[in-house]
């Protein structure tokens, strides 16, 4: 399977679903009326970016999002994602990760960026991490709330 089928957005009461290991690199916009899905996952697919459609699943808590080609992360997405408190992007070729002007990331918990790419981190704009996972990088350079 490639596609999603647009009629993923009548299963109104889903509230996980799991898309792992199935060649997708988008995903349609229907999916974005999901609003009792707490649980997506993606991972092991072919997605370069977090889909954009994923900003409108309000109830969403937990994203899987393991070896995919995601090489930079964009914070500013995940700040518009306001119920999402895990995500997993393990095994990405993530090579960045970019905070947009000052906006915080308040609802994060736990990030797994384990076995990537990065050689610095700056997660100061995460004000509520409890856990993080970035074993296996090149890091030489992490801050995380403002603290080196």
Same mark, same amino acid.
């Given at each position: 399977?490639?596609?999603? #089928?647009?009629?993923?957005?009548?299963?109104?009461?889903?509230?996980?679903?799991?898309?792992?290991?199935?060649?997708?690199?988008?995903? #349609?916009?229907?999916?974005?009326?999901?609003?009792?899905?707490?649980?997506?996952?993606?991972?092991?697919?072919?997605?370069?970016?977090?889909?954009?459609?994923?900003?409108?699943?309000?109830?969403?808590?937990?994203?899987?999002?393991?070896?995919?080609?995601?090489?930079?992360?964009?914070?500013?997405?995940?700040?518009?994602?306001?119920?999402?408190?895990?995500?997993?992007?393990?095994?990405?070729?993530?090579?960045?990760?970019?905070?947009?002007?000052?906006?915080?990331?308040?609802?994060?918990?736990?990030?797994?960026?384990?076995?990537?790419?990065?050689?610095?981190?700056?997660?100061?704009?995460?004000?509520?991490?409890?856990?993080?996972?970035?074993?296996?990088?090149?890091?030489?350079a992490l801050t995380l709330s403002g603290f080196t």
């Amino acid at each position: 399977m490639n596609t999603v #089928p647009a009629q993923i957005g009548n299963l109104q009461s889903l509230q996980i679903l799991s898309l792992d290991g199935n060649q997708l690199s988008f995903l #349609p916009e229907e999916l974005g009326g999901l609003a009792q899905l707490s649980s997506l996952g993606l991972s092991f697919n072919n997605f370069p970016h977090i889909p954009g459609v994923l900003d409108r699943l309000s109830g969403m808590d937990r994203l899987a999002m393991a070896g995919n080609r995601v090489e930079t992360l964009e914070l500013g997405i995940l700040a518009r994602m306001s119920h999402l408190k895990n995500i997993d992007l393990r095994l990405n070729g993530l090579r960045w990760v970019k905070s947009e002007a000052l906006e915080a990331v308040k609802q994060v918990t736990q990030l797994d960026l384990r076995d990537n790419h990065l050689a610095t981190l700056d997660l100061s704009s995460i004000c509520s991490l409890e856990t993080l996972h970035c074993q296996r990088n090149q890091l030489r350079a992490l801050t995380l709330s403002g603290f080196t």
